[in-house]
């Protein structure tokens, strides 16, 4: 007959043994966890043409490829941002062109592995033109067409935030950056119109549509502006006040991620 002392060892031994290996089970999930707090995933949405990556490139600190413009990413790109605290961003930057492998990357950051906030690119009708498919020479399209094309890729990627946020309590928050704002500086008031919510614009009633579909207190929206690269002091959008937009854009940023 096992004495009470040795059961009780036993006991023990089975409750520490317990313990750990459910301390075990959980550290991947707490390992997650404290991943997505210092760097929350950002997927960085848009039509092709209107700068998303260079725009990943200038928030996180990484320099653009030489003659950018002309290039269009067919695969989703990864760029991760760190600062010395041990915090920052990882972004996806999902291709702009309308196909499989598009598809695939919306999948991705709205169901496979969802995301925690969106940055959503657009230029206000200025988006760089591309060209068709076995031509060559630049692209043309009216600002009107890129406005219609810019309203039809939100329609696509809003669809996407709505059948998401309806299932899970990701993505918080959604920052329309209007981007390429040197070259309408002297509009950029009315084009953060157009983009806003209760705006009346063809793109405020998408927003309001979505906000009304993901709950319009769970999803905040953000309308901000900014451009990669200004100009001469003397120019409309000098590369001061393209760096003051851009700052104001990583200060968003941080207090939605909860950084500040």
């Given at each position: 007959m096992q004495?009470?002392?040795?059961?009780?060892k036993?006991?023990?031994?089975t409750?520490?043994?317990?313990?750990?290996l459910?301390?075990l089970?959980?550290?991947?999930?707490?390992?997650?966890?404290?991943l997505r707090?210092?760097?929350p995933?950002?997927a960085?949405t848009?039509?092709t043409?209107?700068?998303?990556?260079r725009?990943?490139d200038?928030?996180?600190?990484?320099?653009s490829?030489e003659?950018?413009?002309?290039?269009?990413?067919?695969?989703?790109e990864?760029?991760?941002?760190?600062?010395?605290?041990l915090?920052?961003?990882?972004?996806?930057?999902?291709p702009g062109?309308n196909a499989?492998?598009?598809?695939?990357a919306?999948?991705?950051v709205?169901?496979?592995?969802?995301v925690d906030g969106?940055?959503h690119v657009v230029a206000?009708g200025?988006a760089?033109?591309r060209?068709?498919?076995g031509?060559?020479?630049?692209g043309?399209a009216?600002?009107?067409?890129?406005?219609?094309?810019?309203?039809?890729?939100?329609?696509?990627?809003?669809?996407?935030?709505?059948?998401?946020?309806v299932?899970r309590?990701?993505?918080?928050w959604?920052?329309?950056?209007v981007t390429k704002?040197?070259?309408?500086?002297d509009?950029v008031?009315?084009a953060?119109?157009?983009?806003?919510?209760g705006?009346g614009?063809?793109?405020?009633?998408?927003?309001?549509?979505?906000?009304?579909?993901?709950?319009g207190?769970r999803?905040?929206?953000d309308?901000l502006?900014?451009?990669a690269?200004g100009?001469?002091?003397?120019?409309?959008m000098?590369?001061?006040?393209?760096?003051?937009?851009?700052?104001?854009?990583?200060l968003r940023?941080?207090?939605?991620?909860?950084?500040?």
């Open positions: 004495s009470p002392l040795r059961h009780g036993a006991a023990l031994g409750t520490l043994a317990g313990g750990a459910a301390a089970a959980q550290a991947p999930e707490r390992a997650s966890r404290l707090h210092r760097y995933t950002v960085v848009g039509m043409g209107v700068g998303k990556t725009l990943a200038r928030l996180s600190r990484r320099a490829a003659g950018g413009q002309d290039v269009g990413s067919a695969v989703m990864r760029r991760t941002r760190r600062n010395a605290r915090r920052g961003y990882r972004f996806r930057v999902v062109e499989a492998t598009r598809l695939g919306l999948d991705e709205f169901h496979d592995e969802p969106v940055l206000n200025h760089t033109p060209r068709t498919g031509t060559s020479g630049a043309v009216t600002r009107e067409e890129q406005l219609a094309a810019e309203l039809e890729d939100w329609s696509i990627t809003a669809h996407r935030i709505a059948s998401m946020a299932r309590d990701r993505p918080t959604l920052v329309v950056a704002a040197d070259l309408f500086a509009d008031d009315a953060v119109r157009y983009y806003s919510p705006s614009s063809p793109f405020g009633d998408k927003l309001d549509e979505l906000r009304a579909l993901a709950g207190a999803l905040s929206i309308v502006p900014v451009c690269q100009g001469g002091r003397k120019s409309a000098p590369d001061k006040a393209c760096g003051d937009l851009l700052g104001r854009l990583e940023l941080a207090q939605l991620s909860g950084h500040v």
